[in-house]
């Protein structure tokens, strides 16, 4: 009969940032190792909180699923002579410990079985449990006693059942037991794991993440609603909080009307900080007060939720004393003070980056080829202040708002919009799916901000390795490729580089190094970016193949090229594209192509070839035209007349004929159309849609 199985880990508490993933980890992991130690079930079920991982799995076998291996031996001629064993015949079968009756042949290779025996499951779960636990892996681990075993959090209990049997084992200084801890680390005897997550359930733990999180989400709207105002649905404190806690009941706070003069910014981010919900009323304001959500049950409110308006108002306090000292000292020679903040050993001060990426805004405003008019004027004054702020007591305090309360302090000192929104919108984007500049002058600024950190560390020797980029390097490409598509920037990338690397107070050596390396990072995030966009992975590759210094140059010919491919002339004509490409590739073994002059057309020996001469000299022109102003799509469907005279082409020539000048006639012809059609796209990357 099968029984199910309770594993919960009790720890320290679990930063709220750690517990989705490792939910999703211990999931992967428990299904992984069931299968690895032949041990049946129906369901695996994860849950989490901030307190304790809870695996509980569903109608477990009582024994291992048999496992039948097969092992391969020496082929058959050498195993047997004349129907009998030889030395090597007895030699595996005494490896495997069988009779020599026992081997067999199989697509002639001596072959033996050897079943592995089914044991009990209460026999593997300890060292089962142990693989799990031990496999988990985090951010950053502790460790909290002498064995030096390394965990998240210390671990202080452990609940192992096979039904209603305790699995014993141990990990650290922990044994385990049928034992859970409630509040107050109070330890509770545990019956049966089926009953498990309804008995947390009733000592006020909600185990699962949906339905605690459904729970903090009601409670927070129940308790604004006298309020007449509303938090906001997509408020990321909703998921932070749920893993915060383990029952939510939410508390209505107020905070005193005057802060309300402080910036909108300010105040949310106060009141975020401390896991608090904003609420504001129908126009979009801030309303006096703010939804704290506590652990436990409902309570002494009253009381707690004076403990929180005091925290808050302390909080706005001091951030209303930093505003206004701030405001008082003219922003504008703040820069100055950039010169005392170390941006990195290697690179020099943040005066000095500010210095090297208003050197390369300047450069690259001249190197941008843009519909929209960039006023260098005010790029250079958002260059200027652009990290001012950072120097403030505000942001020393709140360092999120760095940009924001440049913003703030840009515009109480007179500065223009369009400055004082520079200052703020040249940090962007914030987050992988953040918002980008608006205008084209902020734009410029990100670009060259980002460009010099990318080219530094990379200079600095700080790139980006498997999962790690602690300077969010990757980031930073990714919004550089962001923002030229959006305000559709065409420039040169190598000459951006360039520009930001010679700019670095590196050695010449590391220089050359560092942009060659940087040009093959950016191109592998405008790879993947592509592919993020539906422009499918051979098409992204096709188009960086041919060419790849443009970025929003890159993207109009991906889309160009994903439209085009919907016709039905496109496949054949992509195929015929890698055909030519193949040849000329194994004709350059023994010819430089590159010094082919125009094909002979006095050469010509057969029709085709004359015909697919002609319709290039007639389309040559017509494409290049379409090519130069950008207009792709019309330019690949010139690229799509070429099907029938190239199909007849290759059903009635052979290139690679014996007459070396026919021959080299025949390649001229061939790789002319070749770097045509190499302006948009490398073809013979393109995979048969049967294929990918």
């Not at 409670?219 to 383990?246: H, K, M, P, Q």
């Amino acid at each position: 009969m099968s029984k199910d199985i309770l594993l919960e880990i009790g720890t320290e508490e679990i930063p709220a940032r750690y517990l989705e993933s490792s939910a999703a980890q211990l999931a992967e992991i428990c299904e992984k190792e069931f299968e690895t130690a032949r041990v049946g079930y129906r369901r695996i079920n994860v849950h989490c909180t901030c307190r304790r991982l809870i695996v509980y799995v569903r109608d477990v076998s009582e024994k291992q699923v048999p496992k039948r291996n097969v092992f391969l031996g020496p082929s058959e001629k050498v195993a047997y002579e004349n129907g009998k064993p030889t030395a090597a015949a007895i030699g595996f079968a005494g490896k495997y410990k069988v009779d020599i009756a026992d081997l067999f042949v199989k697509d002639g290779r001596v072959c033996v079985i050897k079943r592995e025996p089914s044991l009990e499951t209460e026999q593997v779960l300890p060292d089962l449990c142990v693989s799990i636990i031990k496999s988990l892996s985090f951010p950053k681990s502790m460790v909290w006693e002498q064995s030096r075993f390394r965990f998240v959090r210390p671990i202080r209990w452990i609940a192992a059942l096979f039904g209603k049997k305790i699995i014993r084992f141990q990990i650290a200084d922990v044994k385990s037991s049928n034992f859970t801890c409630i509040r107050h680390k109070k330890k509770i005897k545990i019956s049966e794991p089926g009953k498990f997550i309804s008995f947390l359930r009733n000592k006020s733990i909600i185990a699962d993440c949906s339905s605690r999180l459904g729970m903090v989400k009601k409670a927070v709207s129940a308790a604004v609603r006298s309020t007449g105002g509303a938090v906001r649905e997509n408020d990321e404190n909703f998921a932070i909080v749920s893993n915060l806690v383990e029952f939510p009941s939410a508390v209505l706070c107020r905070f005193d009307k005057k802060y309300l003069s402080l910036p909108k910014e300010l105040i949310i981010y106060t009141l975020k900080n401390q896991k608090n919900f904003v609420v504001f009323d129908g126009k979009g304001e801030i309303m006096p007060y703010f939804v704290a959500v506590k652990d436990g049950i409902s309570t002494n409110l009253e009381s707690i939720g004076k403990g929180y308006e005091k925290v808050i108002s302390a909080r706005l306090e001091d951030a209303d004393f930093y505003l206004k000292s701030d405001l008082k000292i003219p922003f504008e020679p703040n820069t100055e003070k950039l010169k005392g903040v170390i941006f990195h050993e290697k690179l020099g001060t943040v005066y000095d980056k500010v210095s090297r990426f208003s050197k390369l805004a300047e450069q690259l405003c001249d190197n941008i080829n843009s519909s929209q008019k960039i006023n260098k004027k005010v790029v250079s004054k958002i260059c200027f202040l652009s990290k001012s702020d950072l120097v403030t007591r505000t942001v020393t305090e709140f360092p999120e708002l760095q940009g924001i309360f440049g913003r703030i302090c840009a515009a109480a000192s007179g500065e223009e919009k369009i400055v004082s929104d520079g200052i703020e919108q040249h940090w962007r984007p914030i987050t992988y799916d953040g918002e980008l500049p608006d205008t084209a002058e902020s734009s410029v600024v990100a670009i060259a901000d980002k460009m010099d950190s990318i080219a530094g560390h990379f200079a600095a020797g700080n790139i980006p390795t498997g999962s790690a980029d602690p300077y969010g390097l990757r980031r930073a490409a990714l919004g550089i490729i962001k923002i030229a598509i959006k305000q559709r920037f065409s420039f040169s990338l190598k000459t951006l580089i360039r520009n930001a690397v010679e700019l670095l107070p590196v050695e010449d050596c590391s220089k050359e190094k560092s942009g060659n390396l940087i040009s093959d990072f950016i191109k592998q995030r405008l790879n993947n970016y592509f592919c993020e966009l539906g422009i499918s992975a051979d098409t992204a590759d096709a188009v960086l193949s041919a060419i790849s210094d443009d970025i929003y140059d890159s993207y109009k010919r991906g889309l160009a090229v994903s439209g085009v491919r919907k016709q039905p002339d496109f496949a054949p004509i992509a195929a015929a594209f890698k055909r030519i490409g193949n040849i000329l590739k194994q004709a350059e073994k023994s010819v430089s192509l590159s010094e082919f002059g125009p094909p002979d057309k006095n050469l010509f020996k057969d029709d085709s070839e004359t015909a697919l001469f002609e319709k290039f000299v007639s389309v040559k022109d017509e494409f290049n035209a379409c090519i130069d102003v950008g207009d792709y799509e019309t330019g690949l469907k010139i690229f799509i007349t070429l099907r029938n005279p190239v199909d007849s082409f290759f059903e009635k020539v052979m290139v690679m004929t014996g007459d070396e000048r026919i021959k080299k006639n025949r390649l001229s012809l061939l790789y002319g159309i070749y770097r045509l059609f190499m302006r948009v796209a490398d073809f013979s990357k393109i995979v048969p849609k049967n294929k990918v």
